[in-house]
């Protein structure tokens, strides 16, 4: 296997202890927030290239909020590492129970190409924290920031614990093919099966990041304008390639009338009358990507929008009326600048709607009645929720984001990163003396034994809760 001697090198650095200090984890950390701020203009120009991504985007999704959990993760390292003492029965009062965090020892993390820094540094940023050594393949779809990340991010970290590795599927295949302590997967379900199977040949923990069709509940009482306003950002933020984007609006054919003139109006406020010519609007990563979108567009009718240019990769805001959910557009995660709606009766019929489906990565409910989000929320299941916004959510550290079911597997974000890459490792230290305490539980056996043996190890069951 080409990559045996990588991770073998690697797991002796792990080995001798080399990753564990406090001192260590946070010179390598210091070393990521000088990658960002040395490297932010290629940053810029690399994702500019290989997707159009608007430079206000780039800096936003790929270096703010990469400084953001950089920051959170030093400032708090020190309390994060510390052992956590728990709660002892009466035999074991004077001896000391704890979880030690130990990391894993050397993972793998495989990133996507649509946010090509954040979904690589920000795995890797807790990954570090926890004491780790990692292997980190970035996607070659992205080319320039994979080239990027791949002659650059060495000269800040230490080689002997971490590396990039480059290549396509079949590179990537023959990685997964090494024994790993834990992979971190960022991507599509499909290829999410595959690391997971891979994975499982090792008994490989994993945290898989997928996607799928995000859904968008607009009630009759809401704020239209505001609606289309957040919504279009959310939908057509970074050409529509986002994981979390709304997928898809489920609304009344009321509400579908009454949103199309205000969705009109935002995507002519962000992008003017020919979003071709903004500089703001970004375009499809690859041709393969294009053309699978374009074929799309045939679901439905064309609301707003439409318009397509295979030479730039450049795909018009759009948005689709009267979207069946026989579709092809709604068989599949868009990942791209199109909104179908789907009509509803009514917000039961919408709940019916998404439960139908695989539990997606994120969920939308606006309405200007709390009541009605909150039953989008208690009656539904997703990996994230946002209620009266799009996207926002994840830029919050103090909240985990992950999947559940078709949508992934694990969470992470801020100290729940660090957690992920964490094996927690439950200690107990008791004293060689007060061996008198022990007898009960030795044989030969009896009854006045099991009754001193209940009395010191027994739970006892507490008062009823109400949940308010």
């Given at each position: 296997n080409p990559y045996a001697g990588l991770v073998s090198h690697l797991?002796?650095?792990?080995?001798?202890?080399?990753?564990?200090?406090?001192?260590?984890?946070?010179?390598?950390?210091?070393?990521?927030?000088r990658f960002l701020d040395d490297k932010k203009q290629e940053i810029l120009e690399a994702?500019?290239?290989?997707?159009?991504?608007?430079?206000?985007?780039?800096?936003?999704s790929e270096i703010l909020l990469c400084k953001n959990e950089l920051n959170v993760t030093l400032n708090n390292l020190c309390h994060w590492m510390k052992d956590e003492h728990v709660d002892k029965n009466l035999v074991m009062q004077l001896d000391s129970a704890f979880i030690r965090k130990d990391p894993y020892g050397v993972v793998l993390i495989i990133?996507?190409?649509?946010?090509?820094?954040?979904?690589?540094?920000?795995?890797?940023?807790?990954?570090?924290?926890?004491?780790?050594?990692?292997?980190?393949?970035?996607?070659?779809?992205?080319?320039?920031?994979?080239?990027?990340v791949a002659e650059t991010l060495g000269c800040y970290l230490d080689s002997d614990c971490f590396a990039v590795v480059t290549g396509g599927v079949q590179e990537t295949t023959r990685l997964l093919e090494n024994k790993f302590d834990y992979i971190f997967f960022t991507g599509s379900p499909p290829v999410g099966r595959i690391v997971m199977?891979?994975?499982?040949?090792?008994?490989?923990?994993?945290?898989?990041?997928?996607?799928?069709?995000?859904?968008?509940?607009?009630?009759?009482?809401?704020d239209v304008?505001?609606?289309?306003?957040?919504?279009?950002?959310?939908?057509?933020?970074?050409?529509?390639?986002?994981?979390?984007?709304?997928?898809?609006?489920?609304c009344t054919l009321e509400m579908q009338e009454k949103l199309m003139p205000a969705l009109r109006e935002a995507i002519t406020e962000f992008f003017g009358h020919n979003p071709k010519e903004s500089p703001d609007f970004g375009r499809i990563v690859s041709d393969k990507h294009f053309q699978r979108i374009r074929a799309l567009l045939g679901s439905g009718r064309v609301a707003i929008g439409g318009q397509t240019d295979e030479a730039e990769r450049y795909i018009a805001p759009t948005v689709l009326a009267d979207v069946q959910p026989s579709d092809p557009i709604m068989q599949e995660e868009i990942f791209g600048p199109v909104l179908p709606i789907v009509v509803v009766a009514n917000m039961d019929e919408a709940i019916d709607f998404i439960n139908a489906r695989p539990r997606p990565l994120a969920l939308y409910a606006f309405s200007c009645d709390s009541k009605v989000v909150n039953q989008v929320l208690e009656r539904t299941s997703s990996g994230g929720f946002c209620g009266n916004d799009t996207l926002m959510h994840v830029t919050l550290t103090s909240l985990p984001f992950g999947g559940i079911g078709n949508s992934g597997l694990g969470k992470y974000h801020g100290k729940f990163t660090f957690?992920?890459?964490?094996?927690?490792?439950?200690?107990?230290?008791?004293?060689?003396?007060?061996?008198?305490?022990?007898?009960?539980?030795?044989?030969?056996y009896t009854q006045q034994k099991l009754g001193l043996l209940t009395a010191a190890f027994e739970v006892k069951r507490r008062g009823t809760c109400t949940l308010l």
């Open positions: 797991r002796a650095s792990w080995l001798s202890g080399k990753t564990r200090p406090m001192e260590y984890r946070m010179a390598q950390l210091e070393a990521l927030g994702t500019e290239l290989d997707m159009g991504k608007p430079s206000f985007e780039a800096y936003f990133a996507p190409w649509n946010y090509p820094i954040h979904l690589f540094l920000v795995p890797l940023i807790g990954a570090i924290a926890a004491g780790n050594c990692v292997i980190i393949k970035p996607s070659e779809i992205s080319k320039n920031t994979e080239r990027l199977t891979a994975a499982a040949k090792h008994l490989t923990p994993v945290t898989l990041e997928l996607g799928g069709k995000n859904p968008c509940y607009v009630s009759d009482a809401c304008t505001n609606v289309a306003r957040r919504v279009a950002w959310g939908r057509f933020f970074n050409a529509g390639q986002t994981c979390i984007a709304p997928d898809y609006l489920l957690d992920t890459f964490t094996h927690q490792r439950g200690c107990l230290h008791r004293s060689m003396g007060l061996e008198a305490l022990n007898a009960p539980r030795y044989p030969p």
